[in-house]
Nanobody, 123 residues
Framework: QLVESGGGLVQAGGSLNLSCVFSGRHFTNYGMGWFRQAPGKEREFVAGISWSGRHTDYQDAVKGRFTITKDNAKNTAALQMNSLKPEDTAVYYC??????????????????WGQGTRVTVSS
């Protein structure tokens, strides 16, 4: 129900735009989140957006560099990542949470997950 794309290999300081397409119904009712998991580490919250798109939240390490957006007309969410660092290397997952009025940072609160897209940042 969620398909991510846009990952790849980029040099430090570069940019990538991750996209997540939602193929279910009533996308407007879902808050969206981006999480990442680096090798040997737990999955962690990166960014989230409420169902309306009016509220966003970010992990401190990405504030000012990453931007999450939600396009209800196109059933998509995106994560624009700028000034990438080697420590951003991970598999990135998008997730959808039904009736996500507020931004949720806990992975278990999300109902649907994509398969992940790999981001590798070289130094």
């Amino acid at each position: 129900q969620l398909v991510e794309s846009g990952g790849g290999l980029v040099q430090a300081g570069g940019s990538l735009n991750l996209s997540c397409v939602f193929s279910g119904r009533h996308f407007t009712n879902y808050g969206m989140g981006w999480f990442r998991q680096a090798p040997g580490k737990e999955r962690e919250f990166v960014a989230g957006i409420s169902w309306s798109g009016r509220h966003t939240d970010y992990q401190d390490a990405v504030k000012g560099r990453f931007t999450i957006t939600k396009d209800n007309a196109k059933n998509t969410a995106a994560l624009q990542m700028n000034s990438l660092k080697p420590e951003d290397t991970a598999v990135y997952y998008c997730a959808a949470r039904l009736y996500g009025v507020a931004v949720e940072v806990t992975a278990s609160e999300y109902n649907y997950w994509g398969q992940g897209t790999r981001v590798t940042v070289s130094s």
